[in-house]
């Protein structure tokens, strides 16, 4: 499968983005597809997952109750809804599928997309 992250953007904090992460490639709806995020000198990290059985989701915990997560298998696209974007929400986002489940390793994914930076500042 290959993934194509696009959505981000400059804006100020408080505002809202909304991330699109597109599959090309067969059986979208066995991939689950997370979103991971590095900052400037910072180490990558995960951000938030969706599976594709019954559509769970995580988020780490600077995240919960800012940013949502959700799938549409018809449009073979999973979207990272962000409001209440803070300063430190900048970094470019990734996204990437692993088979059936949310991997708790970078190397679990078997399919990163390129990166779209978000920028949030004043």
């Known amino acids: 499968v290959q993934l194509q992250a696009s959505g981000g953007g400059l804006v100020q904090p408080g505002d809202s983005l909304n991330l699109s992460c597109v599959a090309s490639g067969p059986q979208f709806n066995i991939y689950a597809i997370a979103w991971f995020r590095q900052a400037p000198g910072k180490e990558r990290e995960g951000v938030s997952c969706?599976?594709?059985?019954?559509?769970?989701?995580f988020y780490t915990d600077s995240v919960k109750g800012r940013f949502t997560i959700y799938r549409d298998n018809a449009k073979n696209t999973v979207y990272l809804q962000m409001n209440s974007l803070k300063p430190e929400d900048t970094a470019v986002y990734y996204c990437?599928?692993?088979?059936?489940?949310?991997?708790?390793?970078?190397?679990?994914?078997?399919?990163w997309g390129q990166g779209t930076l978000v920028t949030v500042s004043s």
């Open positions: 969706i599976t594709p059985s019954d559509g769970s989701t």
């Open positions: 990437a599928a692993d088979l059936w489940v949310c991997g708790a390793w970078d190397s679990d994914y078997i399919s």
